[in-house]
């Protein structure tokens, strides 16, 4: 007699709505990853729910399909101007764009309108969307809560709430502003709340906000991922480091490197570029539409490598990731598993690979151990004529080198096409007259304040804001003096995050560690992520 083993059972089957279950189907997505199989039944019931899983699990689906799901029903007739019924708060401007992304795939075929959110850009078009009235609303707590405050937006017609990465937001300082943008919505809403830790004040939330909430614990930030692989190369000095980075940069497939310092990530990306590897920096003081361009050359493929900081550690979600490289050991293990976990996801393979100079040993075996990583590390040289066989396996393919100047040219062809796309008009991003009159007119008498800029600051505001700039990016560096002295009384977290804190303990750690660093190479299947 043959045992049978038991199926997973369909999105439709776990009582996901055609339309929605066709859309994920098109994407390729035509099995419920277990986070999603677990949560469903629950969250499309409209209980609230607490649901802890690494990054890669498949979180965002599984808050999407309900968040849709339960709101399809008349959408078009509930709608109204500056009212949302739903609002997703996330940390950071790249995660807030692929969660909308992700959400507006499900939301489209149920006629349900999603917008987004978050600072670093003019706020007029933000503030249209709102008026023309929206379902969805995913947002940085910064530029939201700065909206409220303005009287932009109104949350009590909030039927579900979302936050993702709330553990992130946490590490950042923004829990006193979530807690505000929650005191907001109504108090039967659905709540459902997603992280990979409950420290730092996630419990506090958890247990004020979330009603009698269902936990779905899949996978916690140190579980293993079993489809990757960590390498950990030692290297002599600067001159082997630098080496091994140009040959782990120069395969085909696309390839993140960390850095420490937002300087380190802008310096390689360049020397990487003049060297005939296209690479693109991804760092907090690049502005909106800079970051933009720079992730569409790399998800295009026209720069295979993205060079980032702790900026990119959890917000940035690009298929066919296969390598990510530790240029330093990061300040903490936390961050060495965000980072990482930007490959081997959905299921897919990836490697990690952390250089490591001598001094820096000690360092990077506290980090594995709090990690839960076992690996051997291995001394690399790169230089040597027989070239570490582990090294030439995690290059690959080699790509031909492009020419700095065809690089240089094709960039300034792609800012002048988004210059053109913004309509030249940076105090409105594009938006057109009418609905610039529409939005002076449907604010009638409501001041922004003395000073208060007319394009708003969004996450830049004095009071609230500084956590996005350190976090989100530079973006515009304007300050709303609407709240008057209020800045003074801002909590020491959100002043932290305005000296750039780019990692979840990096810059906030004073400069002890900004130095560069060496590498180590260990060697493991034995994972986390």
Not at 51 to 78: C, E, M, Y
Not at 97 to 119: H, N, S
Not at 318 to 341: F, M, T
Request: hydrophobic share 35%; no cysteine.
């Amino acid at each position: 007699m043959t045992e049978q083993t038991p199926t997973t059972p369909s999105f439709v089957e776990l009582g996901v709505p055609e339309p929605i279950a066709h859309a994920l189907d098109k994407n390729g997505k035509s099995s419920p990853f277990p986070i999603q199989r677990d949560t469903l039944p629950d969250t499309l019931a409209g209980r609230d729910v607490l649901g802890r899983g690494r990054t890669g699990s498949g979180k965002t689906i599984a808050f999407g399909i309900p968040l849709v799901a339960n709101l399809a029903d008349g959408a078009q007739a509930k709608r109204r101007a500056s009212r949302p019924r739903a609002i997703v708060l996330a940390p950071t401007r790249e995660l807030v764009t692929q969660i909308a992304e992700t959400v507006k795939m499900l939301a489209d075929p149920v006629g349900v309108k999603v917008t987004t959110i978050f600072g670093g850009i003019p706020q007029r078009r933000q503030e249209a969307a709102l008026e023309a009235g929206v379902d969805i609303v995913v947002a940085a707590p910064g530029r939201l809560d700065d909206l409220m405050r303005q009287g932009l937006v109104s949350l009590d017609g909030v039927e579900i709430t979302v936050l993702d990465e709330a553990d992130h937001m946490a590490d950042m300082g923004f829990l006193p502003v979530v807690t505000r943008i929650l005191n907001k919505t109504p108090k039967q809403g659905q709540r459902l709340l997603f992280s990979a830790t409950l420290d730092n004040g996630v419990d506090n939330i958890v247990k004020k906000y979330l009603h009698d909430p269902v936990l779905h614990s899949v996978d916690s930030a140190e579980s293993p991922v079993p489809q990757l692989t960590h390498h950990v190369f030692e290297v002599s000095g600067k001159e082997q480091k630098d080496a091994l980075i140009e040959a782990l940069a120069s395969g085909t497939s696309r390839r993140i490197f960390f850095t420490r310092m937002k300087h380190q990530a802008k310096k390689l990306a360049k020397q990487l570029t003049a060297r005939g590897i296209p690479a693109v920096e991804l760092q907090g003081n690049l502005s909106q539409n800079a970051r933009d361009r720079n992730l569409a050359e790399f998800v295009s493929g026209d720069a295979k490598v993205l060079v980032a900081t702790d900026v990119a550690a959890r917000g940035v979600h690009v298929d066919g990731v296969e390598l990510v490289v530790h240029i330093d050991p990061p300040v903490e293990h936390k961050a060495y598993l965000h980072r990482s976990g930007r490959t081997a996801r959905a299921g897919n393979e990836g490697d990690v690979v952390t250089l490591v100079l001598p001094e820096q040993r000690g360092e990077m075996r506290q980090i594995m151990r709090a990690a839960k990583i076992r690996v051997t590390p291995r001394q690399v040289d790169p230089n040597a004529a027989n070239v570490d066989p582990e090294v030439l396996s995690l290059i690959g393919e080699v790509a031909p080198r492009v020419d700095p100047r065809e690089t240089e040219r094709r960039r300034a062809e792609a800012q002048a096409a988004q210059q053109r796309a913004a309509g030249h008009n940076p105090a409105g991003a594009g938006q057109s007259t009418g609905a610039n009159a529409k939005r002076k007119r449907s604010r009638g008498g409501r001041g922004r304040g003395a000073g208060a800029p007319a394009g708003g600051s969004g996450q830049q505001h004095a009071q609230q804001g500084r956590q996005d700039r350190g976090a989100q990016g530079g973006g515009a560096r304007r300050s709303d003096r609407a709240q008057g002295g209020a800045q003074s009384q801002r909590p020491q977290a959100e002043r932290q995050q305005r000296s750039g804190g780019e990692s979840q303990g990096g810059r906030r750690r004073s400069g002890r560690r900004a130095q560069s660093s060496g590498g180590t190479v260990y060697s493991t299947s034995t994972p986390g992520a």
